[in-house]
Every structure is written in structure tokens, then in C-alpha cells.
């Protein structure tokens, strides 16, 4: 059974690599000015900020005023009509290198589970951007980072960061070092799912639900779609229960798993609708054939 399941990992990891060639990659790079200022822009917050890590003293933490700084730095190198671009990417590479500088340094393991909560989010949201921009170029824009999803999406953040820090104060038998690992794993898992979704999909991967067909939109049933219709929403839904567990929220865990299931249950009802209308008999033979990823939802039965 293992085996069964390496070989089919390493072929879906083949097929990923295959569609990612890396010369059409290399030229998108060259040719890509919105590219190069988000890639420009987060390494910059990397490097600046690291840098002033190595030179900190006991009174100035350098590596928070670097983060500061970085951030419009790299905004009037881009210029400003690149602002929204280069504001995001800076801000997310700037976040992921303070939360793996702090989870190194410090000797309180809470607050080290903590930044490496931080570092995986910004991972996240980074990658959304970078994978669209490499696998559906003409869907690219400033909100592919997924930072103004919604205020819902925040509101969720902010009380499990609450949750967190009030379990820390009052009930730290409630976090556990071997529980924040399992959550990582599945992180790491909804990450990686979901991104191979994102590749798999030839650009039909797209963060707004299609509501007409495109003129080269085609019915994707290989790769990770040949295990699960809908691997974006399970990879997104795996990551965002990883992130609880990670943090020992029990209390989170369960509104994220409940509000979660509801949305993406509204979600793919509506996204199959719109499938169905789009390729007919051959989506529904699909639907029939691959399960659809996500415990109890059912989807569109025409």
C-alpha cells in the first residue's frame, strides 16, 4: 500500500514538474515586470531584514526597524503605480524572515510556535501569488495575494491569535509541541495539495468561481483532479485546520472546520453548476467517476 501510494506521488510530482518548464518559467521571469517587482520586493525585505539581524545590539533590535524601512524602500524602487504589488510582497517576505528569526532565537516555545504560525501564512499567501503568476498569467493581479479576501477571513485570524494567547495565559497544559507538529504536516500537506492543484489545472485555476466558459477553458481530470474534483478547496481546507492544530486552538479548530465546511459547501454547489453548464455529459461522468475531495458535501446533482 505504501508503495502504491509512492509511485503515485511520484508521478503526480513528475507530471507537476513537466508542466512547470523551466525555460517557459525562465521567460516569464525576463518578460514579466509584475513578476520581477513582487520577486524584487520580497527578497529585499529578506535580505535587509536578515542583514540587520546580524548586526543587532542588546538595545536596538535593528532586524523591526529593517522591516519598517523595507517596506516603502521597495515601494519607490517600484514605483508607485507598482505600490500595491510591492507594498504585499515586501510586507509578506519581511513577516516570513521576523517569524523564522523569532522562532530561532527565542527560548519561549509558545511564543516559537507562534512565528511559526506567521511564517507558514506568509508562505501561503506569497505562494498564491507566485503560483498564479506562473501557471495563469492573464488571472494575475494585486489581490492574488489573497490579503483582502475578505474581512471574514481576518476577523477568523485575529480570534484564534486571541485564543491562542488567552490558552497561553490561563491554560498552557491546553498546547502541546507533538500537536503544533501534526498541525505542520498539515500545513505543509494543504500547501503542497493545493499548489499541485494550482499547476495541475493548465490556468483553470482561477480565486473567483468562472461564471461563462473561456475560450480555451478545458475539463481537467488528470494529475491530483484524477484523486479529488475540487484539491484546491480540500488542500485550503486541510491547511486552514493545520493552523489551528498547530496552534492547540480547540476552540478554533472546530469554528474553522464548521465555517469552513459551510463555505465551500455554498461554493462547489455553485462552482459544479457552472462546470455542468460548461462541459455536459462529460463533467457529469467525471463527477460520477472522482470523489469530490471533502467529507459530507455533496455538490451539484443535475
Not at 474581512?151 to 507533538?178: C, D, G, H, N, Q
Not at 494543504?190 to 482561477?206: D, P, Q, S, Y
Not at 455542468?276 to 475531495?293: C, D, H, K, M, W
Request: hydrophobic content about 50%.
Amino acid at each position: 500500500m505504501w508503495c502504491c501510494c509512492f509511485n503515485m506521488g511520484c508521478v503526480v510530482l513528475r507530471d507537476s514538474i513537466m508542466r512547470l518548464n523551466l525555460s517557459n518559467t525562465l521567460a516569464l521571469f525576463r518578460n514579466d515586470i509584475v513578476l520581477q517587482h513582487s520577486l524584487f520586493s520580497a527578497l529585499f525585505s529578506v535580505i535587509v531584514v536578515s542583514m540587520a539581524y546580524m548586526f543587532r545590539m542588546e538595545r536596538w533590535k535593528l532586524e523591526y526597524v529593517a522591516f519598517l524601512l523595507s517596506i516603502p524602500t521597495s515601494v519607490l524602487v517600484c514605483g508607485w503605480r507598482a505600490r500595491w504589488n510591492a507594498l504585499q510582497a515586501s510586507l509578506l517576505g519581511g513577516i516570513f524572515t521576523l517569524s523564522l528569526l523569532c522562532a530561532y532565537s527565542t527560548s519561549n516555545l509558545y511564543l516559537s510556535i507562534f512565528a511559526w504560525y506567521f511564517a507558514c501564512m506568509a508562505i501561503f499567501h506569497y505562494g498564491e501569488f507566485l503560483m498564479t503568476a506562473l501557471t495563469n498569467r492573464s488571472d494575475l493581479n494585486f489581490s492574488s495575494y489573497l490579503l483582502d479576501h475578505s474581512l471574514a477571513y481576518w476577523e477568523a485570524a485575529m480570534i484564534s491569535w486571541l485564543e491562542y494567547a488567552m490558552e497561553v495565559r490561563f491554560l498552557p497544559l491546553l498546547k502541546s509541541v507533538t500537536v503544533s507538529y501534526i498541525g505542520l504536516v498539515l500545513i505543509i500537506s494543504g500547501e503542497v495539495l493545493r499548489k499541485l492543484a494550482m499547476i495541475h489545472a493548465n490556468g483553470g485555476f482561477t480565486h473567483v468561481i468562472a461564471i461563462a466558459k473561456r475560450p480555451k477553458h478545458k475539463l481537467v481530470t488528470s494529475g491530483v483532479y484524477g484523486f479529488v474534483r475540487h484539491p484546491g478547496y480540500l488542500g485550503w481546507l486541510v491547511w486552514c485546520l493545520g493552523t489551528q492544530i498547530m496552534l492547540c486552538n480547540p476552540i478554533c479548530f472546530i469554528l474553522y472546520l464548521l465555517i469552513g465546511w459551510n463555505f465551500f459547501n455554498e461554493r462547489i454547489y455553485w462552482e459544479e453548476r457552472y462546470l455542468t453548464s460548461f462541459f455536459g455529459a462529460e463533467y457529469i461522468q467525471y463527477r460520477r467517476n472522482v470523489p469530490l475531495g471533502i467529507p459530507f458535501i455533496k455538490g451539484y446533482e443535475s
